[in-house]
Protein backbone atom coordinates (compact mmCIF):
# COMPACT_ATOMS: atom_id res chain seq x y z
CA UNK A 1 0.00 0.00 0.00
CA UNK A 2 1.11 3.35 -0.81
CA UNK A 3 -0.16 6.82 0.92
CA UNK A 4 0.47 10.01 -1.09
CA UNK A 5 1.35 12.70 1.61
CA UNK A 6 0.08 16.24 1.21
CA UNK A 7 2.34 17.67 4.02
CA UNK A 8 5.80 17.12 4.19
CA UNK A 9 7.11 13.63 4.83
CA UNK A 10 8.09 12.87 8.54
CA UNK A 11 11.32 11.90 9.30
CA UNK A 12 12.27 7.75 10.16
CA UNK A 13 12.42 8.73 13.65
CA UNK A 14 9.44 11.02 14.31
CA UNK A 15 7.49 7.91 12.08
CA UNK A 16 8.97 5.27 14.36
CA UNK A 17 7.67 7.45 17.36
CA UNK A 18 4.25 7.90 15.95
CA UNK A 19 3.87 3.88 15.60
CA UNK A 20 4.87 2.89 18.45
CA UNK A 21 3.15 5.38 20.33
CA UNK A 22 -0.06 4.07 18.62
CA UNK A 23 0.41 0.17 18.12
CA UNK A 24 3.35 -0.85 20.65
CA UNK A 25 0.62 -2.02 23.39
CA UNK A 26 -0.54 -4.74 20.48
CA UNK A 27 2.48 -5.15 18.49
CA UNK A 28 6.11 -5.14 18.64
CA UNK A 29 7.46 -1.75 16.44
CA UNK A 30 11.00 -1.35 15.35
CA UNK A 31 13.71 0.21 13.30
CA UNK A 32 15.31 -1.84 10.50
CA UNK A 33 17.97 -1.80 7.75
CA UNK A 34 21.41 -0.35 7.91
CA UNK A 35 20.23 3.37 8.17
CA UNK A 36 17.12 2.69 10.21
CA UNK A 37 14.98 4.73 7.70
CA UNK A 38 12.64 1.12 7.45
CA UNK A 39 10.31 0.42 10.01
CA UNK A 40 9.11 -3.56 11.14
CA UNK A 41 5.89 -3.75 12.91
CA UNK A 42 5.41 -7.53 14.28
CA UNK A 43 2.45 -9.17 15.26
CA UNK A 44 3.49 -12.58 15.34
CA UNK A 45 7.21 -14.31 14.41
CA UNK A 46 5.84 -14.79 10.90
CA UNK A 47 3.59 -11.84 10.64
CA UNK A 48 4.55 -8.27 10.26
CA UNK A 49 4.75 -4.91 7.80
CA UNK A 50 7.45 -2.80 6.35
CA UNK A 51 7.07 0.67 6.56
CA UNK A 52 9.21 2.84 4.45
CA UNK A 53 9.48 6.49 3.71
CA UNK A 54 9.93 7.97 0.22
CA UNK A 55 9.62 11.70 -0.81
CA UNK A 56 6.01 12.46 -0.41
CA UNK A 57 4.82 9.00 -0.23
CA UNK A 58 4.36 6.34 2.99
CA UNK A 59 5.03 2.44 1.71
CA UNK A 60 3.55 -0.14 3.32
CA UNK A 61 4.77 -4.02 2.94
CA UNK A 62 3.54 -7.03 3.95
CA UNK A 63 6.64 -8.42 5.43
CA UNK A 64 8.23 -11.58 6.98
CA UNK A 65 8.86 -10.46 10.68
CA UNK A 66 12.14 -12.16 11.77
CA UNK A 67 15.31 -10.99 10.00
CA UNK A 68 16.68 -14.50 10.23
CA UNK A 69 13.52 -15.81 8.23
CA UNK A 70 14.34 -13.19 5.42
CA UNK A 71 17.80 -14.35 5.30
CA UNK A 72 16.84 -17.75 4.97
CA UNK A 73 14.08 -16.68 2.95
CA UNK A 74 16.29 -15.26 0.52
CA UNK A 75 19.15 -17.85 0.54
CA UNK A 76 16.34 -20.55 -0.49
CA UNK A 77 15.36 -18.18 -3.46
CA UNK A 78 18.65 -17.87 -4.34
CA UNK A 79 19.81 -21.49 -4.23
CA UNK A 80 16.60 -22.41 -6.35
CA UNK A 81 17.93 -20.21 -8.61
CA UNK A 82 21.32 -21.75 -8.52
CA UNK A 83 20.36 -25.35 -8.78
CA UNK A 84 17.87 -24.74 -11.72
CA UNK A 85 20.56 -23.41 -13.59
CA UNK A 86 22.88 -25.86 -12.73
CA UNK A 87 21.87 -28.60 -14.83
CA UNK A 88 21.59 -26.18 -17.87
CA UNK A 89 25.22 -25.01 -17.19
CA UNK A 90 26.36 -28.79 -16.89
CA UNK A 91 24.90 -30.01 -20.42
CA UNK A 92 26.17 -26.80 -21.96
CA UNK A 93 29.87 -27.74 -21.37
CA UNK A 94 28.90 -31.31 -22.24
CA UNK A 95 27.24 -30.56 -25.23
CA UNK A 96 30.04 -28.06 -26.52
CA UNK A 97 33.11 -30.86 -25.75
CA UNK A 98 31.04 -33.52 -27.62
CA UNK A 99 30.41 -31.65 -30.67
CA UNK A 100 32.69 -32.77 -33.25
CA UNK A 101 33.04 -28.96 -34.65
CA UNK A 102 35.22 -28.23 -31.59
CA UNK A 103 36.82 -31.03 -31.58
CA UNK A 104 37.82 -30.66 -35.35
CA UNK A 105 39.03 -27.12 -34.73
CA UNK A 106 40.96 -27.89 -31.80
CA UNK A 107 42.80 -30.40 -33.76
CA UNK A 108 43.54 -28.31 -36.03
CA UNK A 109 45.03 -25.67 -33.73
CA UNK A 110 46.83 -27.78 -32.20
CA UNK A 111 48.29 -29.30 -35.29
CA UNK A 112 49.20 -25.74 -36.45
CA UNK A 113 51.21 -25.04 -33.29
CA UNK A 114 52.76 -28.44 -33.18
CA UNK A 115 54.40 -27.73 -36.88
CA UNK A 116 55.16 -24.29 -35.90
CA UNK A 117 56.86 -24.74 -33.09
CA UNK A 118 58.12 -28.41 -33.16
Known amino acids: MKIQLSKAAP ?5 LDRLKKRFS ?3 AVEAS ?5 RIV ?3 SYLVGAEVSIREQE ?6 RASKF ?3 ATGLGYLTAFIL ?4 FMVRESQTAQSRPKYKALELEIGNFLKQEFN
Open 11 to 15: TAKDL
Open 25 to 27: NQY
Open 33 to 37: GWSQE
Open 41 to 43: IKE
Open 58 to 63: ISIESA
Open 69 to 71: ERI
Open 84 to 87: FFIP
